[in-house]
């Protein structure tokens, strides 16, 4: 099994619409939970932390559910802008032993 | 601004040629770096763990003669591919973290292409 996984993808979706990307991951000793955003041949930017209790950012909502090991992001009113590959992002433990998904391609189209 | 910078972003060689890749951290001291491989449409997967001072630990798979790193301060980690190939054409990452922050900085990453 791998350490994360997450939802193959592509996802196209209209501009305005909603779309979830789910991660597990197998580790249960995990310590700390990220979605980052890779765009085109640049490097992984920070895009949120994923706290137990939910959080949210503006259009963006991470969710994490320890007990099932799942990790979720909700993106609401996508834009064009949004179009890129979200990755799904464990950290062992605090040392930033950090473990990546495959990532989840999206394309929002006009 | 970038808190980890990597040096170049891009370079094409020669098959059989050495490529040494820099990561640099900015205004803070990281004993640990992370190197990572990426090739297309594939997610981020662990090289190695470079440690100031002492030597680097290289995931399962990885050659270390190969890929030799070095971490000579603690502001500075390089990874030299030796005798590269073309199917080393790949994108390399560095990240180093910092005190009392869980989330991982990157370099900007290096574009190699073997001919």
């Known amino acids: 099994r791998k350490e994360v996984e997450q939802d193959p993808g592509p996802f196209n979706v209209p501009e305005g619409a909603t779309v979830a990307f789910n991660c597990t991951y197998s580790n249960s000793a995990s310590q700390s939970f990220f979605w980052y955003r890779q765009d085109c041949r640049k490097e992984p930017k920070l895009l949120m932390s994923v706290y137990s209790s939910g959080n949210e950012d503006g259009r963006f909502t991470a969710q994490l559910n320890r007990a099932s090991q799942y990790i979720s992001l909700l993106i609401r009113d996508s834009k064009l802008s949004d179009s890129a590959t979200y990755l799904c992002v464990v950290n062992l433990n605090n040392n930033n032993d950090m473990r990546f998904g495959a990532g989840t391609r999206l394309t929002v189209k006009p | 601004g970038a808190v980890v910078s990597q040096h170049p972003s891009w370079v094409i060689c020669k098959s059989g040629t050495s490529v040494k890749i820099e990561c640099r951290s900015l205004d803070f001291q990281a004993t640990t770096m992370f190197w990572y491989r990426q090739f297309p449409k594939q997610s981020l997967m662990l090289m190695a763990t470079s440690n100031e001072g002492s030597k680097a630990t290289y995931e399962q798979g990885v050659e270390k003669d190969k890929f030799l790193i070095n971490h000579a301060s603690l502001t500075l980690s390089t990874l030299t591919v030796t005798s590269a190939h073309p199917e080393d054409s790949s994108f390399y990452i560095c990240?180093?973290?910092?005190?009392?922050?869980?989330?991982?900085?990157f370099g900007q990453g290096t574009r190699l292409t073997v001919v």
């Open positions: 990240s180093a973290p910092i005190l009392s922050h869980t989330e991982a900085f």
